[in-house]
């Protein structure tokens, strides 16, 4: 009998983190899932489609930290989309 196991990428993690529709700053991708370069990654689901967004939120005692959270792409940044492909600069 085999067993096989899935690698989960650090990337995929972040990406799973987002999708349940936690925040994210640069400090909890380090600490939490080991990412050595948080923008990097973020980069990279961007490049992928993924529409990520960096808010600046702030607790309580009115300090702000900025998070990442994965939202929905506006009509306008669909429609650049389509315009650039159209063109042919993309």
Do not use: C, H, W
Request: glycine content about 8%; charged content about 20%.
């Amino acid at each position: 009998m085999t067993t096989t196991t899935k690698t989960v990428t650090k990337e995929q993690k972040v990406l799973n983190a987002l999708q349940e529709g936690r925040t994210l700053s640069s400090a909890q991708m380090r600490s939490f899932f080991g990412t050595g370069n948080p923008q990097a990654v973020i980069q990279s689901l961007r490049f992928k489609d993924y529409p990520i967004y960096l808010n600046e939120v702030s607790d309580t005692k009115g300090r702000t930290r900025n998070v990442y959270r994965l939202g929905t792409a506006s009509r306008a940044v669909v429609a650049a989309g389509y315009k650039a492909m159209a063109q042919g600069t993309v």
